[in-house]
């Protein structure tokens, strides 16, 4: 948030808040820590292309990710998964249900 001159707050149009995503790779889900809105959105947006291919078998929206990583608060790039194969491989195990993604333990 931010104060306008008038006294009221707006939201930023980015924030270094620190969160903690989910992203699948190659041995299933890994927590990766982030610090940048832009790439929590477009992850989510990862997540989304990933959904639409396991629920209607339509890759486009996955095309665009292609070559993609992810650059973790760490430092640690983390390749996006575009191959259709392994994506169908982690689905039909149950890594990429939607549920998954929030089944965090304390």
Known sequence: ???????KYAAKSRDT???VLSIP????????AVRDSRL?????KYWA????YLRTGKAAALRKFQGVQITSAEG??????TDLRELERLGNA???AFESLYARTA
């Open 1 to 7: 948030m931010r104060k306008l001159p008038n006294g």
């Open 17 to 19: 808040l620190l969160r």
């Open 25 to 32: 790779t190659e041995d299933g889900l890994r927590e990766l």
């Open 40 to 44: 929590a959105v477009k992850l989510a």
């Open 49 to 52: 292309a990933v959904q639409e």
């Open 76 to 81: 640690n790039r983390i390749p996006l998964i």
């Open 94 to 96: 149950g890594v990429l």
